[in-house]
């Protein structure tokens, strides 16, 4: 079966940096997505990953390593809008999205 | 309007109600998409539309329903629900369904809850 895994929930302090992690098991890859969803709101695109690498928009990072089937988003200087949960999803060999459960994110302070 | 637009936003019905969800994107996308959303799991993806004609179906229970008139309209068609169809109902589009960025863009969802 198909399995996307990320941490339930996180906290973190203003100012600091935290990495959230994202294993994956599909059938193709086809590139690698990160999403912000704040409660009660629609998922945002944050970030895209289709070859093996950093890519850096800003305060946000994002990782990727296919042979390891792992990803990871980097946020720097967190803020309390910071505070949200993100979406970890794989497009695999039919194109379609398979998304993780999401990780909390609380910000302190 | 700007991005992808749903209505209504919350929504209670009984389990012997029909009702309809709808969704409008403005962006010139082909691919529209329905996805339900519960508390703590993954988004589950029921519905995908590429230029009008349906491609995927997940295994979604015949009671939810999926019309797509043209590109830029979805509606989600409800009759004799569970109470755990209670659930975020997100609507998403994007370019199409291939390869590359071909993000998708959500709209704030239909809150569910069936009684």
């Known amino acids: 079966g198909q399995n996307i895994d990320q941490p339930t929930e996180m906290t973190a302090t203003e100012g600091a940096i935290v990495q959230i992690n994202c294993t994956y098991q599909?059938?193709?890859?086809?590139?690698l997505f990160w999403y912000q969803q704040h409660a009660g709101e629609a998922p945002t695109f944050l970030s895209y990953?289709?070859l093996d690498g950093l890519e850096e928009k800003g305060r946000f990072s994002s990782f990727l390593s296919r042979s390891k089937g792992y990803s990871y988003l980097l946020l720097k200087e967190l803020q309390m809008k910071d505070s949200a949960s993100y979406l970890c999803?794989?497009?695999?060999?039919?194109?379609?999205?398979?998304w993780g459960a999401g990780t909390k994110l609380i910000i302190k302070p | 309007e700007t991005g992808v637009t749903q209505t209504p936003r919350h929504l209670v019905m009984g389990m012997t109600n029909k009702k309809s969800l709808k969704c409008e994107q403005h962006l010139g996308h082909n691919a529209m998409y329905w996805y339900k959303q519960s508390a703590k799991k993954p988004l589950e993806l029921m519905f995908v539309y590429n230029f009008k004609e349906q491609t995927e179906n997940n295994s979604v229970p015949s009671r939810f329903s999926p019309e797509c008139p043209n590109s830029s309209h979805l509606f989600l068609h409800l009759h004799t629900l569970q109470p755990e169809d209670s659930a975020l109902y997100l609507c998403a589009s994007s370019q199409d369904v291939g390869l590359g960025y071909n993000e998708q863009f959500f709209g704030p969802g239909t809150r569910l809850t069936v009684l």
């Open positions: 990953n289709v």
């Open positions: 999803a794989v497009r695999d060999s039919n194109y379609q999205l398979i």
């Open positions: 599909t059938s193709g890859f086809n590139g």
